[in-house]
């Protein structure tokens, strides 16, 4: 090949590279935007104060209030449930085993197999377990399995950060005659709390946004739960079926919906993104 | 100056960011000699010696001011074609870098893309620039085996006679020794001797016991700055700046 | 009183870092064993490659819902596939600085947006773009509830899982390599398509695989664009219905009708095991081409 050809080669392939990156880059300012414009004949403060009048499936009036609620609470605790068996996994697998034993591959192995595993499938898992102990669809099962969710998300994210420790941090924390627990917590979690509460916030994100896993579990109402026993509405779902409608407005309230969502999303991002710059100024590099 | 050249540094200061990592180098290099570069670890050398063929270029946020002439050729000037300017120089990298394909295709890679396409004429190049480099009774058979089964020392070799088979004219070895063992040091040595006699070399260094056993002419660089230089017998006996026979003598390393 | 604190938490933790382990494999027993009621009576070949979907005639054959999963998976990674990896070129060996600190985030977002969201932009850009302009174009009638629409989503939702993956491939290749390319004279680009690809073919793979699994695995987007018509589609402008979907919008019959959740389940569990078998696949190329890196 000539230099001239190898050269134009070169520019093509530039040229579809950029026009990639802008494909992928636009695509979410093309989302977002698209979910704003149409949602904005429905946003309404009511929206976010009210739970629907007249049912979620034709009701025109009042807003997903019941949504919003219930997502906080349903993604809260799973959110919690996760950290609770998460943060001990993630400590244990790297201040109590050796990096190359059989647990610690075959659990991390695990976390691995259990990100991967599809949504309706954690929901098909959640039934079944609801079957077999005889509950219905509500609050507490959908946190369950959202909070099962979201464990293998967060428990590698929080691995991530807390492999990077620096050996010598924790044996200085053990000659000064801390005990493993005293290391891991006032040493580890504490070097390391930044990526720990990004998992943390990346962990929720995913939990507030899933809709397949709590299709089984949550159920749907329209008013908000009082107890964990009664069912509980989620955001992603209420959108899902008031598109499903056949009128116009409520299916505009669709869109409302997926903008607060994607709003939630958005600042849930942001936050994440500020602590990290706000903490890692504290923490040993 | 006093001997042949047609590579010239001038003035030349390199930044990163912030960091001055070359300060103001000028120096000639002699033609068809070892010109040794040694120094220690951190003066900048390498980005010296990646300087000359411009691959400093991909860095972020590097600055290179001054001028480099490669036969009277700015290689900075803007209208140059860079891939002409690194074909003039075969880089021979601390750590042996194989390419990720067979050893046949090490060799042939370079004059491939240079628009060699004729199979034949690739074998001969292969085979060729093998038996300068020793290799081919060693690899003859495994010509089609991945180059990383190859030991480190014969990947060495191997990653010479590549950068000889586009036909450069000078040579450029990144402290190209560190990562052998003993006896396959001495080989790639006793190799860029043999090649001082139709290319220019220049090895860069911080042994110094290498730079006594190849060099011809040798520059010492401190803390970006180009000390001294001048030809290797007489840098080495009569070292003029006080820095260079702290360095000579192992005060600062 | 430290120590025994100390021992305490120790076996708490022991007890926890058991859960992934005991949670995958209740997750396949489980599925297992509401899948045996349907497999006792019928083959799971038959089930499988059965194209008869007839729950209230006692009659489940996977075959279309299999066919739509395949159809609307292979149009995503057409698409996805191409434009990750370009991207990934671009922003790990072109891009400058500001642009690769502008795309980061935006790719992290694009992964954070929740699928149902996607569904929603789909319905409102995708589906009619597909069947007001797309369809006719191409002289086909489609209602834009498509494989196509299905596939243009999903394929959006995959780029930040082969990206990541990708860029991570693409920074293991080392520096010196893509110098050694630059210094025998080629071109950037050559560099990259002879050295950077060649050495992270594996990798790329790898990033490949786990996006595939992804999207084999998404539900509520395709969900809501694809049309969700029992029927093996014949053209990308057909609806499909994927097997996830089918799971999904079924959970409210399912319960009335005799065997209709354990076909269910077998479902889950068949999407399970490929994505499993994915996944697993992808993490072990991945692992050898780390070791082969070191």
């Not at chain 1, 090949?1 to 070169?10: A, G």
């Not at chain 1, 939630?264 to 990290?276: E, G, K, N, P």
């Not at chain 3, 191409?138 to 596939?151: D, I, P, T």
Request: a positive charge; aromatic letters at 8%.
């Amino acid at each position: 090949m000539t230099l001239n050809k190898r050269k134009t080669e070169e520019r093509i392939f530039k040229f579809l590279m950029m026009a990639s990156t802008v494909i992928v880059t636009g695509s979410l300012l093309v989302i977002i935007g698209t979910i704003v414009v149409k949602s904005l004949p429905a946003l309404r403060l009511t929206m976010l104060t009210q739970t629907p009048k007249g049912g979620y499936y034709l009701g025109k009036e009042g807003g997903i209030l019941n949504a919003i609620v219930g997502s906080l609470y349903l993604a809260s605790g799973a959110t919690l449930l996760a950290v609770l068996v998460s943060l001990p996994i993630v400590l244990y697998l790297n201040l109590y085993t050796k990096k190359a034993s059989a647990l610690a591959t075959f659990t991390r192995f695990s976390l691995d197999v259990l990100w991967g595993i599809p949504s309706i499938v954690y929901g098909a898992f959640g039934f079944i377990v609801m079957m077999t102990l005889g509950l219905r669809a509500s609050l507490l099962a959908g946190i369950f399995i959202v909070g099962l969710l979201e464990l293998p998300i967060m428990a590698r994210a929080m691995d991530e950060v807390i492999r990077l420790i620096p050996q010598a941090l924790i044996d200085a924390s053990y000659s000064l005659g801390a005990t493993k627990l005293e290391t891991a917590l006032k040493v580890i979690v504490k070097q390391s709390l930044p990526g720990i509460l990004t998992a943390v916030l990346i962990a929720f994100g995913r939990g507030i946004g899933d809709a397949a896993s709590v299709i089984f579990t949550a159920g749907f109402t329209d008013s908000i739960p009082t107890s964990l026993l009664q069912p509980a509405a989620t955001l992603p779902l209420a959108i899902f079926y008031q598109l499903g409608s056949p009128l116009l407005e409520v299916q505009q309230r669709a869109y409302a919906s997926a903008a607060i969502l994607t709003l939630i999303i958005l600042a849930i991002s942001l936050i994440s993104r500020v602590l990290i710059k706000k903490f890692t100024r504290h923490t040993i590099r | 100056m006093d001997f042949p050249t047609h590579l010239r540094i001038q003035n030349l200061s390199v930044s990163y960011g912030d960091h001055l990592a070359l300060k103001d180098v000028s120096l000639d290099v002699p033609d068809k000699k070892i010109t040794v570069i040694i120094g220690p670890s951190g003066c900048g050398k390498t980005t010296l010696l990646k300087s000359l063929n411009r691959l400093l270029d991909s860095v972020d946020g590097v600055k290179i001011r001054g001028n480099i002439f490669v036969d009277d050729e700015d290689i900075y000037d803007p209208r140059v074609e860079v891939t002409h300017i690194r074909k003039k120089m075969g880089l021979l990298s601390q750590k042996p870098q194989v390419l990720p394909m067979s050893v046949f295709d090490n060799i042939a890679y370079g004059p491939k893309i240079h628009g060699t396409s004729d199979r034949k004429k690739l074998s001969r190049i292969v085979e060729r620039e093998l038996r300068a480099a020793g290799l081919w009774d060693e690899v003859k058979d495994r010509l089609h085996e991945p180059a990383s089964q190859l030991s480190v020392g014969q990947q060495q070799r191997l990653c010479l006679a590549r950068g000889l088979a586009v036909e450069p004219e000078i040579i450029l070895g990144d402290e190209p020794t560190s990562a052998l063992d003993p006896q396959s040091s001495r080989i790639v040595e006793q190799r860029l001797i043999e090649l001082k006699s139709d290319y220019t070399v220049i090895v860069v260094t911080h042994i110094l016991r290498q730079g006594r056993r190849i060099a011809d002419y040798l520059a010492f660089l401190y803390l970006g700055e180009l000390v001294e230089h001048g030809p290797a017998e007489e840098v080495f006996a009569h070292p003029k700046d006080p820095r260079t026979r702290a360095y000579l003598t192992g005060e600062i390393s | 009183m430290r120590h025994l604190k100390d021992l305490i938490a120790r076996r708490a933790m022991f007890l926890l870092t058991a859960v992934p382990g005991f949670l995958v494999l209740s997750m396949l027993f489980g599925l297992l064993q509401k899948s045996r009621a349907i497999l006792a009576l019928k083959s799971f070949s038959g089930l499988l490659f059965g194209s008869g979907w007839h729950p209230l005639k006692g009659e489940f054959g996977f075959l279309p819902f299999l066919m739509g999963t395949l159809w609307v998976t292979l149009v995503a990674m057409v698409l996805a596939v191409p434009i990750s990896l370009l991207t990934a070129v671009y922003l790990s060996e072109y891009a400058p600085k500001f642009i690769r600190e502008f795309t980061k985030p935006v790719i992290d977002l694009l992964a954070g947006i929740p699928s149902v969201v996607y569904g929603v932009w789909g319905v409102l850009m995708i589906v009619p773009f597909v069947g007001k302009v797309l369809a006719p174009l191409f002289g086909v009638y489609s209602s834009g509830y498509s494989v196509l629409s299905g596939g243009i989503v999903l394929a959006i939702m995959v780029f930040p899982t082969i990206i990541h993956v990708a860029l991570e491939v693409f920074s293991s290749v080392s520096h010196e390599l893509r110098e050694t390319s630059l210094s025998l004279g080629a071109t950037k680009w050559e560099t990259v398509k002879y050295v950077v690809l060649r050495k992270g073919l594996q990798g790329i793979i790898a990033a490949v695989v786990l996006g595939l699994s992804r999207a084999f695995g998404e539900t509520m987007a395709v969900l809501m664009v694809v049309g969700n018509v029992a029927k093996i589609p014949k053209s990308v402008f057909d609806p499909a219905y994927p097997l996830p979907a089918l799971i999904a919008n079924n959970y409210g019959e399912m319960m009335s009708v005799p065997l209709y959740d354990s076909a269910l389940m077998l479902a889950a569990l068949v999407l399970l095991l490929v994505v499993l078998v994915f996944n697993l696949g992808a993490r072990f190329v991945l692992m050898k081409a780390e070791r082969r890196a070191e």
